[in-house]
């Protein structure tokens, strides 16, 4: 009898231990990245073991594009992660994604020319436009690489529209964006649409600026995004992972622009991304993607006096996107849902951002 007692006090105190340790161990969330600075702020975290403080295991999965990150989707690759605008556009028209918070300004789109060639010679031929260069005479019939239904993308479109051309006067070439700097070495082509870090390879090589997101006065961000039905299931999750993100972008704030962190991002581009910067290039790269801080989205998303600024960012790109024809209109009325971009997850952020000293 008392054998019999001990074995069942024995395997009750296993069934009471086994949900412990389950609780304890981390929640794997999968994510996806493009090659490119936002990433740092995850990728940091999870070197201090911010991401496990708050019950997580962030695992990163780079993708080139925006447009290739939501291919993957639907096999479930991935559920949360940051994307460009043109990205979150494709997303949420045709993969069902929640855009959960815009997180830093990438006016760092830009396009270069060829030097030499005859649009270079040509600067402010739309007085609303001072500092774009080229002309309807010497763009017209130019071959273009950019990455399609990107950021660039979008940049092309409105450089030529403010030289009152259409996409139906250039030939364009896709391709990604580690693939277009060289091509582009290599003489083909006359212009070419980056986002930094590549922008960097054509400043070294002393291509000339043509058009950035503000001197075209393009407003584009990159935003997390979200699976729709796991984001629905686990909005406690999504709000964990925004937290690790603004605990570093807290620290980026507050510490500014040392060495130290300029150091840490080179690193990053370099183990992560798998693109070699100098400390100038890292600290630049820097200087052109101030993170927000958690107040800031907040403001930026907030829906309170109609549409956010995210929701009127989006929705001038989605009409570029229309009028071009690669999406409907049918589609693009998803966004009037008014819960697509929402900050229903930021809200659930627990408060105060931890401290990263």
Request: proline residues 5%.
């Amino acid at each position: 009898m008392r054998k019999l007692l001990i074995a069942v006090l024995a395997g009750l105190v296993l069934c009471c231990a086994v949900p412990v340790v389950a609780a304890d161990k981390p929640v794997r969330i999968d994510t996806c990245w493009i090659d490119e600075s936002p990433g740092f702020n995850i990728w940091y975290a999870k070197k201090m073991g911010w991401d496990k403080e708050e019950g997580l295991d962030i695992v990163m999965h780079l993708f080139n594009s925006g447009p290739a990150q939501m291919e993957a989707l639907p096999a479930k690759q991935w559920v949360l992660g940051s994307t460009g605008a043109g990205g979150q556009l494709t997303g949420v028209i045709r993969y069902n994604v929640y855009s959960v918070a815009a997180t830093i300004n990438e006016g760092i789109n830009q396009l270069y020319l060829r030097p030499g060639h005859p649009a270079t010679k040509v600067k402010g031929w739309n007085p609303d436009y001072p500092e774009v260069y080229g002309s309807p005479d010497t763009v017209r019939g130019m071959k273009i690489l950019y990455t399609t239904q990107t950021t660039v993308h979008y940049l092309i479109g409105k450089w030529l529209q403010v030289l009152g051309l259409t996409f139906d006067d250039v030939t364009m070439v896709n391709m990604d964006q580690s693939s277009a700097v060289p091509a582009f070495e290599r003489n083909i082509g006359d212009a070419v649409g980056l986002w930094a870090p590549f922008v960097f390879a054509a400043q070294r090589n002393g291509w000339l600026l043509a058009g950035t997101g503000d001197s075209l006065k393009v407003p584009t961000v990159a935003s997390y995004v979200g699976d729709r039905e796991w984001c629905d299931q686990h909005p406690d999750l999504v709000a964990k992972f925004l937290r690790v993100h603004f605990r570093v972008a807290r620290m980026m704030r507050e510490e500014g622009l040392s060495d130290r962190i300029v150091e840490l991002h080179r690193q990053y581009m370099n183990e992560f991304c798998g693109i070699r910067m100098t400390q100038e290039e890292s600290r630049a790269d820097l200087e052109l993607h101030p993170r927000w801080t958690y107040e800031e989205v907040l403001e930026v998303m907030d829906q309170s006096a109609g549409l956010s600024k995210a929701e009127r960012w989006q929705k001038e790109i989605a009409d570029f996107f229309v009028g071009i024809g690669r999406f409907s209109k049918e589609e693009v009325a998803r966004l009037d849902r008014r819960d697509v971009v929402t900050d229903k997850f930021l809200k659930l952020v627990e408060q105060p951002i931890p401290d990263w000293k």
